[in-house]
Structures are given as C-alpha cells and as structure tokens.
C-alpha cells in the first residue's frame, strides 16, 4: 500500500532530501530528532516533529523502540532510515516491517545477506561477480586465517563484517603484525558495531573506487550506471562523480550487468549500491560491498540520469513497481559532488562546530546544494561533520570542474572552517584534472598541500 506519511529515521542533509521528495510526492511527513536538533532545518521543514531523545545517538536515532514508538503515535506508514544510524540494521527492518509500516529499504533477511560484508562476499561468489582474493567469509579460526594470509599475499587487510563508513578496517604487512592486530580488531569491531566478526582481503595496491547504483524491486532490476569515489580520506570520500572517466564501454557494461546479476540472485528491493575496486592497469574489477541503502553520493547520479532515487525508492517502499525500466535510463553530461564538512582542513580537518553567522549559497545553471543550513543555525558536536554538499553538472568533465570551482567560490560561510578550500585545491590539480587519480593518491597530496587549504571565506567577501 502505498506509504501516506513518512517518519524519517535521520537527521542533517538526508532527512531534508527525503522531506523534499516526499512532500513532492504528495506524502506528509514526520521528523525524529534528539534534543541537539530541535531547531534542525529538518524539523522546520517537516509537516510533524517528534523528539525521541537526549543528544547521544545511541539513546536517540539509534534507539529502534523510540523511532517505532513516534511511528505509532504519529500513524507513519513508512519509515526511511537514509543512511548511517539505522539504515542497515537488519533487525530494525524487520521490525518496523512486524509493526505493519512499510520500511523505505530492503527486507531484514536481504540486509542480513547484502549488509554483512563477509555474507555478501559470499553471495557475490555466488552470482558469479570477482572478489578481491580473500577469506571465505568471518574468521573463526586463527591458525587457518593465518595460513590464508600467506596464500593470499601480504599486506592484507582485516575487515569488520559489520563495519562502514571508511572504519572498521586494518591493514597487516607480516604474520606477526596480523596476529597482533586481529585480536584488537575484532575487540573494536565488537564496541563499535555490535559484532567482532572479521574477514580477510588482499590489498589491492593502486585502484579506483567505482561503484554501479541499483534499483530493484523485488522482481525487477535495473541499473543507473556508475559513480567513481578515488578521492578519499581515510577510506572515505570526499568527493564523487560520474560517469567514471577511467572505464572503456566494455568494462562499464560489465561492470554495471554483475551489479544488475547481484541485485537479481538476492531478489533485491530499493536503492542500493554494489562498490567495486577497479584495477585500470590490467582491466579487471573487483567487489568489496553492498549498501543496501541510499548513499550520500547519490545526486551525481540522478543529475546525470535525470532519475529521483529517492522518490523511486519511497515508492517501492510503498509497494510499487520499479516506475523505468533499463532501456529507459540514459546518461547525459558530467556530475562531481564534493562534502562540505565542517572541519579544517589546514588543521589535519579537526572537526568545527560552531554557528552560522553569515550564509551564501552557491546557485546558477548546473548547481546543487542539498544541506541543513540557516541563519543562526547552531552546528551541533555529537554527529558526523558532514553539512552539505555541492552537486554540479555540466556537458563534460572539465566544464564541470570549473562550475564546481565556480561554485565552491560562492559559498561563504563567514568565519566557520569547511573543507571548501580543499575542493578549490583540487579542481587546479593536474592530476584531478585528467582524471589520473586511485585511492591513495589524496593522502600524499594532503600531507604535502593540506597546510595551505586555508578558509577564507568566500569569492569577494
Ligand atoms: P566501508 O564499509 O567502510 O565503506 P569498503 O569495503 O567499502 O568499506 O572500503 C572502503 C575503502 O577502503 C575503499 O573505497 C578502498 O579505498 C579501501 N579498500 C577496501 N578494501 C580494499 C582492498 N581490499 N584493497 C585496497 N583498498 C581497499
Ligand atoms: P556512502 O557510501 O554513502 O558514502 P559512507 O560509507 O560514507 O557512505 O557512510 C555514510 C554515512 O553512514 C556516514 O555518516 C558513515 O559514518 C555512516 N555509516 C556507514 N556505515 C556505518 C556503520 N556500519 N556504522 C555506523 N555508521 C555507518
Ligand atoms: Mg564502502
């Protein structure tokens, strides 16, 4: 039945996205907050807001009887989780589903087979897409993990089954250093996830990050091409865009059919996201995961595509059909989102909360910027940095970095700190410029250039 009021299980930039697609698809909505984000841009924006706690998240957006509770006295018929928080806990799926509202995502058991990423290896193997060369799923077994290493190769990385967001993550060069660390790993990975499971993966010295969207409904399954996210910080992105400009025709339609295939074996509903490692010295690609959720990195996609993952996934969530089929998603252009995070990045990006005394935002033709932003608005400590991001698209890759040169100029934020000065940085790189990038290649550059990403403030201010 199709969803009539929407709970929003999120808060910052996400939950102003799904507000906006769902109040365009005519759905009322209600906002959870904690009480740090009473005054959120959200809450404004929502037609109800319900609070479900103090700050911590734990005792907040993570707590599944709070959410389900604001559900019921509210009458929300469908919740969207976004992404982080709950969005791939298999067992609040479930249980918002056993509470007769519809969850905004795949099913529990499809989250527990997708979402668990020594599963998903499996269920990858299956399908008949490459891995990267690695354990055949958790390591229970020290004496035989440490065999595996040896066949497999050093360095090799240790990897929290249940963990995302660029942690989670170990690299050992030698036996001894893995023996070491696998203990510590597991214990970290058991308090910061809920599970201590690891696995094991070569690592795979220069690629790229490219990852292919999907949508599925259960019964059909489409892709809307790729995204490439090489630009990362401690595993995690900073800036994307798409189309990739490393992959030849042969290797994106290959590329893009093993998500499809994936999507398929599992009978997969929702948005979702098959990541792959993408070797462009020998061609080959490899999976790392599946999130089984709407990814931050999302608008490149729909601004080259023309598509509303977020009103497609809310209305397959309500049990609609996919609304396009394969043939009809067609690409056009350039997109490139970076993250305005508030940090410094001339102070090793050391986080920055503060308040936002002065606002201009970027505009004109090609220009994007989904945030949480006001006048006045008090950034709270408790949660990720992240307080927006600009989007542009333009015909092609170069127009494209200039707008975003252009727009990434406009924004000013007065006195607050933002990784703004690290996208103008990069738009003059030689390297961004052509294309020329892999994952390891921003850290160096960092530790060479960071100390010069100083704010200071927009274009002409
Ligand atoms: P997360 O769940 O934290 O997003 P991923 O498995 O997607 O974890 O990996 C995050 C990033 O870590 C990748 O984009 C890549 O840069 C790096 N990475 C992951 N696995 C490997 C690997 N086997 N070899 C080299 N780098 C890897
Ligand atoms: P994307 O692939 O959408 O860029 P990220 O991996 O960067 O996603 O994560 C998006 C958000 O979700 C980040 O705020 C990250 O901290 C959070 N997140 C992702 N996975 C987890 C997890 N397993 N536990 C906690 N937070 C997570
Ligand atoms: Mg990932």
Redesign the pocket.
């Known amino acids: 039945m199709a969803i009539t009021k929407l709970l929003i299980a999120n808060r910052g930039e996400i939950a102003v996205r799904i507000i906006r697609a769902a109040r365009e698809l005519g759905i009322r909505t209600v906002q959870v907050y904690s009480a740090a984000d009473a005054s959120s841009l959200a809450v404004q924006l929502a037609d109800e807001a319900v609070e479900i706690g103090p700050p911590a998240a734990k005792k907040s957006y993570l707590d599944v009887e709070a959410v389900l509770k604001a559900a019921r006295d509210t009458g929300a018929d469908g919740i969207h989780p976004g992404?982080?928080f709950l969005a791939?806990n298999a067992d609040f799926a479930d249980a918002v589903e056993q509470a007769g509202i519809a969850f905004v995502g795949p099913t529990g058991e499809m989250i527990r087979t997708m979402g668990d990423k020594a599963s998903a290896r499996k269920a990858a193997e299956r399908a008949g897409v490459p891995t990267v060369p690695g354990s055949d799923g958790v390591i229970t077994d020290m004496k035989a993990a440490t065999e595996l290493t040896s066949q497999i190769g050093y360095p090799v990385m240790i990897k929290a089954t249940?963990?995302?967001?660029?942690r989670g993550i170990r690299i050992a060069e030698t036996p001894e250093e893995f023996a070491s660390l696998a203990p510590q790993a597991a214990a970290e990975a058991k308090a910061a996830?809920g599970d201590g499971g690891l696995y094991l993966e070569k690592l795979i010295g220069k690629a790229r990050h490219i990852e292919v969207q999907i949508l599925g409904d259960g019964t059909n399954f489409i892709h809307c091409y790729e995204r490439e996210c090489s630009l990362q910080r401690r595993r995690?992105?900073v800036w994307e865009e798409a189309p990739s400009s490393a992959l030849s025709d042969k290797v994106r339609d290959d590329l893009c059919r093993s998500a499809v295939a994936l999507a398929r074996a599992v009978g997969y509903r929702g948005a979702g996201?098959v990541e792959y490692l993408y070797d462009d010295e020998n061609g080959e690609f490899y999976f790392i995961e599946m999130?089984t959720r709407i990814?931050?990195?999302h608008p490149v996609t729909e601004a080259i595509t023309g598509i509303d993952l977020v009103a497609e996934m809310i209305a397959i969530g309500g049990g609609a059909p996919l609304s396009i089929s394969q043939d009809q998603v067609t690409v056009r252009g350039h997109s490139i989102e970076v993250r305005i995070n508030a940090e410094d990045p001339a102070n090793d990006f050391m986080p920055y909360p503060g308040t936002v005394e002065k606002l201009r935002i970027p505009g004109g033709p090609g220009v994007r910027f989904d945030h949480m932003l006001y006048h006045g608005y008090q950034i709270p400590p408790f949660y990720?940095s992240?307080l927006g991001k600009l989007i542009v698209d333009a015909d092609t890759r170069d127009k494209a970095i200039e707008r975003l040169k252009r727009a990434a100029g406009e924004l000013d934020l007065g006195k607050l700190k933002t990784t703004t000065p690290l996208f103008l940085a990069l738009a003059e790189a030689g390297d961004v410029r052509r294309g020329d990038v892999h994952t390891k290649w921003l850290e160096p550059w960092l530790e060479a250039n960071g100390h010069q990403l100083v704010n200071t403030g927009g274009n002409g201010s």
């Open positions: 992404y982080g791939e249940a963990g995302g967001g660029g996830f995690q992105k996201t999130n990814q931050v990195e990720d992240l």
